[in-house]
């Protein structure tokens, strides 16, 4: 069965840092979302993506963030300089053009900033 | 601003017994999501509820939506310890944006 797949699985990194999160969506989806799970509290969501624009994003999806799909088949969140509280779980997630209502998510990256 | 809120946020069950878990929500929405989380793990579709009465089973689990009440359901009938997890709902405030809010998460815990 097709997977959304996230790479690193840990990440850790600097205060100040820039970090790229990596996602490959299931092949025939069109639209992608990245999500975030701070330890211990709920998913919130940041950013959703269609035919290579944003289409939705949240209040916490500032200019430290971006979003691209530099090929066919990748999916990247960049934070531009971490922060402490970006430590987090991100996950990524996909759904297909019929199907929208149904996000299929990744395995998600712990991202641990110092 | 939209809340999400689930209660219990902890639950304790025997096997065997039932139990709801309530999701409510403060605004307009005719979409509502269940999700389940196992511990570090990613999170799994459980059931998608697209209208006003919609009802949805699988296996020990059953989800409604009430959209004038703003609250969702899910039932768990005669509890399995494989059920322990973390049971998100998540609410599509706008139709059409699919911008999840999530709740606050009930995590359960079934005892053998």
């Known amino acids: 069965e097709p997977e959304v797949t996230q790479t690193p699985s840990h990440q850790v990194t600097q205060m100040g840092q820039e970090v790229i999160l990596r996602c490959v969506p299931i092949?025939?989806?069109?639209?992608f979302y990245w999500y975030r799970q701070i330890l211990g509290q709920k998913v919130e969501f940041l950013v959703s993506?269609?035919?290579?624009?944003?289409?939705?994003k949240s209040e916490i999806f500032d200019d430290q963030f971006s979003v691209e799909r530099p090929d066919g088949s990748n999916f990247t969140l960049k934070i531009r300089s971490t922060k402490l509280e970006d430590s987090a779980m991100y996950f990524c997630?996909?759904?297909?053009?019929?199907?929208?209502?149904?996000?299929?998510f990744g395995p998600g990256t712990r991202l641990l900033v110092l | 601003e939209l809340k999400v809120e689930q209660n219990p946020l902890f639950l304790s069950m025997q096997e065997g017994k039932n139990y709801t878990i309530y999701c409510n929500y403060s605004?307009?929405?005719?979409?509502l999501y269940w999700y389940r989380q196992d511990p570090g793990k990613s999170l799994e579709s459980l059931f998608v509820?697209?209208?006003?009465?919609a009802v949805k089973q699988e296996g020990r689990l059953m989800a409604s939506l009430d959209t004038k009440a703003r609250l969702s359901t899910l039932h768990i009938t005669a509890a399995v310890h494989d059920l322990s997890a973390t049971y998100f709902c998540?609410?599509?405030?706008?139709?059409?944006?699919?911008?999840?809010?999530f709740g606050t998460g009930t995590r359960l815990k079934v005892l053998a």
């Open positions: 997630a996909s759904s297909p053009l019929d199907r929208r209502e149904t996000q299929y």
């Open positions: 092949s025939n989806h069109l639209y």
């Open positions: 993506f269609y035919n290579n624009e944003i289409s939705e």
């Open positions: 605004t307009t929405s005719d979409r």
């Open positions: 509820l697209l209208s006003n009465g």
């Open positions: 998540a609410v599509d405030p706008s139709s059409g944006t699919y911008k999840y809010i």
